[in-house]
């Protein structure tokens, strides 16, 4: 009896644990399946300070055609000058739409067409102009080239994160001076080092451009489009390429 009671005794600790681990999978699985399942998307999002570029329907058009995206939505979404909140027009109606009065166009995607998520902001106040389009192996070069004749971005990157929260709330982490609209990016200077960093003529610094072309680790200069300077940094390098340039000076 004394050995049996000793061998239930040795059994229960290994059954506890057992036990644990089946609760804690009870309790954490629909959480893990639903962390499993977050998509993550590339973002190109394109800023532009002096807002030389007007919210209209031939820039929707336009974007929406461009063969990387390719796509016809059925409906805009609209949050306007006077009232704050969204707005949903269908495409037929679009023509229609009193433009002057928009501070932002959403344009939605479809399950065959996920990369067609597109957002314009026309800015207010002293804020920016800006567009967030979500990608997947964008053609950032031809891409800048196509919109050269309706939008001209003074500082852009491709960011990546995960589709768990708003655009905004991604882009804004860590980071207040998103908020105001910092303008030292025209003079210059660098938000964050990203996997690609479209630069403007104010951050073509010799210094920069000769730490690029010595250090491998720093990246390489894939192509130069109507005066934008296009700066691909490996991801494994993001960290490294961000610790230079704070060095540097070069971030905000």
């Not at 010799?206 to 491998?216: P, T, V």
Request: net charge positive; hydrophobic share 40%.
């Amino acid at each position: 009896m004394k050995k049996k009671a000793k061998k239930k005794a040795n059994k229960n600790p290994f059954r506890i644990i057992i036990g644990i681990i089946l609760l804690i999978k009870w309790i954490c699985f629909d959480w893990i399946v639903e962390w499993l399942s977050i998509k993550s998307y590339h973002y190109l999002v394109l800023i532009n300070y002096d807002k030389s570029f007007e919210l209209s329907k031939e820039l929707v058009d336009a974007i929406c055609a461009y063969p990387g995206i390719n796509y016809k939505p059925r409906k805009y979404g609209f949050i306007t000058k006077v009232y704050y909140g969204m707005k949903t027009v269908s495409a037929k109606s679009i023509s229609k739409v009193n433009f002057s009065s928009m501070r932002s166009v959403d344009v939605g995607c479809s399950d065959d067409n996920p990369n067609a998520l597109v957002t314009i902001g026309t800015g207010d106040g002293k804020c920016f102009n800006d567009m967030f389009i979500r990608c997947d192996d964008f053609d950032v070069s031809n891409f800048l080239s196509y919109l050269s004749n309706s939008f001209l971005a003074d500082y852009g990157f491709i960011c990546k994160w995960r589709n768990d929260g708003t655009i905004s709330d991604a882009l804004h982490q860590g980071s207040k001076t998103w908020f105001t609209g910092d303008r030292k990016v025209c003079e210059g200077f660098l938000k964050d080092v990203y996997p690609v960093n479209i630069l403007n003529s104010a951050h073509v610094q010799n210094a920069l451009i000769d730490k690029i072309k010595e250090d491998e680790r720093m990246g390489e200069i894939d192509s130069s489009v109507d005066g934008y300077l296009i700066w691909n940094v490996d991801s494994s390098n993001i960290r490294y390429a961000r610790r230079v340039c704070k060095k540097m000076g070069l971030l905000i």
